[in-house]
């Protein structure tokens, strides 16, 4: 069965600080492999997601992620922290050799921006 | 507005009431999802419909959920007596194809007392 696991449940950076959010995931084949963004009393939003090719991502709001598959990890990354950052980060992975291909989530990463 | 949309968005009711969560996904949108996700916890599937069609449950479903989309459009989870622990964030999302985008609504929240 796949999993995910974020290491850090809050993480603080002070705005302009660079930011990475840490993602590692269990799945027995090539993953599908997405990062949400939920803002208080919000629903998610997509920020971006890997399915082939490059390793590197580029996501929406300046965010992009590397896929790393000998570390079985997935990074989010942004070089300068907005104040409007701070929100709860989710990792998921997809399962699409089900055909509901439906996401297992991590537990989170909530963001804190200290000014 | 054309995202998912849900409603209630908040539901406080006491132990053993029913409840009943709508959701109308996006209008192209074929396959439509349910979620749960409790304080402090990522999303938690609970079950799927393509179409009018419930393809998969998850065994977090107990046999108090259950949820229909009739006409293969809007969707309802409806629980039965409710319990303390059935306290969470219900959330919908839809998309249009295997590998299109999962869009959410802003979910159902539900507190049981």
């Known amino acids: 069965a796949q999993s995910v696991t974020q290491p850090d449940i809050h993480i603080t950076v002070s705005e302009g600080a660079s930011l990475e959010l840490r993602c590692n995931y269990s799945?027995?084949?090539?993953?599908?492999l997405f990062w949400y963004v939920q803002s208080p009393g919000q629903g998610l939003q997509l920020l971006l997601k890997?399915?082939?090719?490059?390793?590197l991502v580029q996501g929406i709001k300046g965010f992009e992620a590397e896929f790393k598959r000998s570390q079985s990890s997935f990074n989010l990354r942004k070089p300068s922290v907005h104040w409007s950052d701070a929100a709860e980060y989710f990792c998921?992975?997809?399962?699409?050799?089900?055909?509901?291909?439906?996401?297992?989530f991590g537990g989170g990463t909530r963001l804190m921006v200290k000014p | 507005d054309t995202g998912v949309s849900q409603n209630p968005r908040h539901k406080i009711t006491k132990r053993g009431q029913n409840v009943t969560f709508r959701c109308d996904p996006i209008?192209?949108?074929?396959?439509l999802y349910w979620y749960r996700q409790t304080l402090g916890q990522g999303p938690e599937f609970l079950t799927y419909?393509?179409?009018?069609?419930?393809?998969?449950k998850s065994r977090l479903l107990s046999d108090r959920f259950s949820a229909e989309r009739p006409k293969g459009s809007f969707s309802t989870l409806e629980i039965q007596r409710t319990e303390q622990g059935d306290s969470a964030m219900y959330l919908c999302?839809?998309?249009?194809?295997?590998?299109?985008?999962?869009?959410f609504g802003e979910g159902s929240r539900l507190t049981v007392l």
């Open positions: 209008s192209e949108h074929n396959r």
């Open positions: 419909f393509q179409n009018e069609a419930q393809l998969e």
């Open positions: 799945y027995g084949a090539t993953p599908y």
């Open positions: 998921a992975v997809g399962d699409f050799n089900n055909a509901g291909n439906m996401l297992t």
């Open positions: 999302a839809s998309k249009a194809s295997q590998t299109g985008e999962l869009f």
């Open positions: 890997y399915f082939s090719g490059d390793t």
